[in-house]
């Protein structure tokens, strides 16, 4: 069945995969982002790209949604200390304004939540904002009926990631380290593990959420229910490029362990994630 869908973020890292996978389905895609991380060079012809801010998704006229994927936000941990306002813009004010046009429209809402939430929110903007965005989804399904479900992100790469020294996650930022001929940085002991999820398999899990009448009373959780320490990426990396590393003090928000809480996507939903993680990286060609 053809739907009418809403991504917002769509020109992001998520985005992107997300709208190349529901063309394929043969979908009608919408997609607003602002462009602040964003890139146009993501879009992909026979979607409509409207530069917007989704404080301003009231402006969005004439669109009739079945569903909406809420991905824009600001999705790193170091940079929301340099400007937790606009973590909270874009996390809660930004998700309340979705949420309420979503009850106006009637329309089903993935919410992109964290693996943070299973950490202390105040140890950064970041983890707090998410936190209080899935709060406020959860608000507006108990106490408006709403349409939402929360799908909780955990360590995502893939094809399109952010190769980036700001913006870009562990494996971004190494692998703009190696295009500049620069040593890998590891934070810490490098004993702290993350659950790495490959972007086509989170793509998938948010297709199949979209699609199901079943509902998580809290959130379903996207993540392969494997983890590595980062001196084990750290290893992996070096036997693909043979590179170096220097090791730096630790840094604020770097929780040590995230992991797949449960099994419910899994059971209910029969999504099947697969741990490519290796594999992913021996494969990756840099540019340098």
């Known amino acids: 069945m053809k739907r009418n869908i809403l991504v917002t973020g769509g020109s992001g890292f998520i985005g992107t995969n997300l709208i190349k996978f529901l063309k394929e389905k043969n979908h009608s895609v919408v ?8 890139k146009r060079s993501n879009n992909i012809p026979g979607v409509k790209y409207i530069e917007m801010n989704i404080l301003d998704i009231n402006k969005l006229k004439n669109r009739d949604f079945d569903v909406c994927f809420h991905l824009a936000a600001q999705s790193r941990v170091q940079p929301s200390f340099d400007n937790p306002i606009n973590s909270y813009e874009s996390n809660v004010t930004g998700t309340l304004k979705i949420v309420e046009w979503a009850k106006i429209n009637n329309v089903k809402v993935i919410y992109a939540g964290s693996s943070s939430r ?7 903007p970041y983890a707090m904002t998410k936190f209080l965005g899935e709060e406020i989804c959860k608000m507006f399904k108990k106490s408006f009926n709403t349409n939402i479900e929360i799908a909780r992100f955990y360590n995502v790469y893939g094809p399109n990631e952010a190769v980036d020294l700001k913006f870009g996650n562990v ?15 590891i934070i810490g002991d490098g004993e702290q ?25 809290d959130a379903w959780e996207l993540g392969t229910g494997v983890n590595y320490s980062i001196n084990q990426l750290y290893n992996f990396f070096k036997a693909k490029f043979s590179i170096d590393f220097e090791r730096l003090s630790d840094q604020p928000g770097n929780y040590r362990e995230t992991m797949r809480v449960n099994d419910d996507s899994l059971k209910r939903l029969k999504w099947e994630p697969k741990d490519r993680l290796k594999k992913y990286i021996f494969d990756l060609e840099i540019n340098n």
């Open 31 to 38: 997609s607003i982002d602002n462009y602040s991380t964003g």
């Open 193 to 217: 593990r993350r659950d790495f999820i490959h972007v086509e398999d989170l793509v998938d899990g948010l297709y199949k959420i979209a699609l199901s009448k079943d509902s998580n009373s």
């Open 171 to 185: 494996i971004g930022i190494w692998r703009k380290k190696i295009e500049n001929g620069e040593k890998l940085t």
């Open 118 to 124: 299973h950490q202390d929110p105040s140890q950064s």
